[in-house]
């Protein structure tokens, strides 16, 4: 990409999307498209279709998502599927209509089968059922992959999909009932430390495997593909994540630590409730298709950790 190329995040103020800029202006990118969702709503495809006739973007980085943990997903199963299709949709098609380069779209590792293989691969997709509190949410992110392979091989172009493993990091959203399960973790940490709880209680059992990889990894990655490979090179999509993984109860006793770091002599009791359920029971990307074009993550779970619990302090810490 060059350094002047108009590129567009959509999605820039989450998670991934401000990884992304943040990881665009360090490389010396200097026309970056920025819309707020108040700017540009991506569901509405007559709005789409006018930004990108006006704006001629000569890259796309799909980052815009409706997303949330278990309770979220299965309290909200018609937003989650109907957003996020309608976005892939209309991102997708306006990125052919008016002749973006090359687009990246951000996935999800929730699209693999409950009990897919573990590491799973990305041939393992749609060899089995779905894990059943997410998969409308699993179900628009793999319609949108067929999209942008459908697309490429109806009209030639040139759309990859990455599908990141459980993602965290600076700009998370720590919401107390929509967020995922490590920002989750952190807001609960701080509360009991600031409120003087002696307890936190967390779903499940703590039995769980999860993989995560901090956000500006991902970023780096997608960059990463973005100038050096084309979809012919990647085939449908491509997994990245850190190749570690950790139970629920050693994340949930890390960040116990983390946060009470500055508090010697004070933690409190972690209750798992059991009557809430666990989700997919491992959940490991093989990312050796990426590695294998040459990158690797660079943060370490720990000092990942460390970094988004600082910026949750500064950002969500008295609220």
């Given at each position: 990409m060059e350094r002047t190329a108009k590129i567009f995040v959509a999605g820039h103020r989450g998670?991934?999307?401000?990884?992304?800029?943040?990881?665009?202006?360090?490389?010396?990118?200097?026309?970056?498209?920025l819309r707020?969702?108040?700017?540009?709503?991506?569901?509405?495809?007559?709005?789409?279709?006018?930004f990108f006739e006006t704006e001629r973007p000569d890259y796309v980085f799909l980052?815009?998502?409706?997303v949330g943990g278990i309770g979220a997903n299965s309290t909200y199963p018609a937003e989650f599927i109907y957003i996020n299709l309608a976005i892939a949709l209309n991102v997708v098609d306006a990125s052919y209509r008016y002749g973006v380069r090359k687009l990246l779209n951000l996935g999800s590792s929730c699209i693999y089968p409950k009990f897919a293989p573990q590491p799973m691969k990305e041939e393992h997709l749609l060899t089995g059922p779905l894990e059943p509190t997410n998969e409308p949410y699993a179900i628009a992110k793999?319609?949108?992959?067929?999209?942008?392979?459908?697309?490429?091989?109806?009209y030639g172009t040139n759309f990859i999909s990455?599908?990141?493993?459980?993602?965290?990091?600076?700009?998370?959203?720590?919401?107390?009932?929509?967020?995922?399960?490590?920002?989750?973790?952190?807001?609960?940490?701080?509360?009991?430390?600031?409120?003087?709880?002696?307890?936190?209680?967390?779903?499940?059992?703590?039995?769980?495997?999860?993989?995560f990889l901090y956000s500006d990894d991902l970023a780096d990655a997608a960059i990463y593909l973005m100038e050096q490979y084309d979809a012919s090179d990647i085939g449908e999509f491509i997994n990245v994540g850190?190749?570690?993984?950790?139970?629920?109860r050693e994340l949930a006793e890390l960040i116990q630590k983390i946060v009470y770091e500055d508090s010697p002599g004070r933690t409190c009791r972690i209750v798992w409730d059991t009557s809430k359920p666990n989700g997919t029971p491992r959940k490991l990307l093989d990312s050796s298709r990426l590695t294998a074009l040459g990158w690797k993550p660079k943060v370490s779970?720990?000092?990942?950790?460390?970094?988004?619990?600082?910026d949750f302090v500064e950002h969500?810490?008295?609220e």
């Amino acid at each position: 990409m060059e350094r002047t190329a108009k590129i567009f995040v959509a999605g820039h103020r989450g998670l991934v999307g401000s990884a992304l800029v943040r990881q665009l202006q360090q490389r010396g990118f200097t026309n970056i498209i920025l819309r707020t969702h108040a700017e540009l709503d991506l569901t509405n495809q007559a709005a789409v279709y006018h930004f990108f006739e006006t704006e001629r973007p000569d890259y796309v980085f799909l980052a815009a998502a409706k997303v949330g943990g278990i309770g979220a997903n299965s309290t909200y199963p018609a937003e989650f599927i109907y957003i996020n299709l309608a976005i892939a949709l209309n991102v997708v098609d306006a990125s052919y209509r008016y002749g973006v380069r090359k687009l990246l779209n951000l996935g999800s590792s929730c699209i693999y089968p409950k009990f897919a293989p573990q590491p799973m691969k990305e041939e393992h997709l749609l060899t089995g059922p779905l894990e059943p509190t997410n998969e409308p949410y699993a179900i628009a992110k793999i319609a949108a992959i067929k999209l942008c392979a459908s697309y490429n091989r109806q009209y030639g172009t040139n759309f990859i999909s990455l599908m990141p493993t459980n993602l965290y990091g600076p700009n998370d959203n720590y919401h107390p009932f929509n967020s995922h399960v490590l920002p989750a973790l952190i807001r609960k940490f701080h509360e009991a430390k600031t409120q003087g709880t002696d307890e936190v209680v967390l779903w499940g059992d703590g039995s769980p495997y999860r993989e995560f990889l901090y956000s500006d990894d991902l970023a780096d990655a997608a960059i990463y593909l973005m100038e050096q490979y084309d979809a012919s090179d990647i085939g449908e999509f491509i997994n990245v994540g850190s190749s570690q993984e950790v139970t629920i109860r050693e994340l949930a006793e890390l960040i116990q630590k983390i946060v009470y770091e500055d508090s010697p002599g004070r933690t409190c009791r972690i209750v798992w409730d059991t009557s809430k359920p666990n989700g997919t029971p491992r959940k490991l990307l093989d990312s050796s298709r990426l590695t294998a074009l040459g990158w690797k993550p660079k943060v370490s779970l720990q000092e990942g950790i460390r970094r988004a619990y600082a910026d949750f302090v500064e950002h969500h810490g008295r609220e």
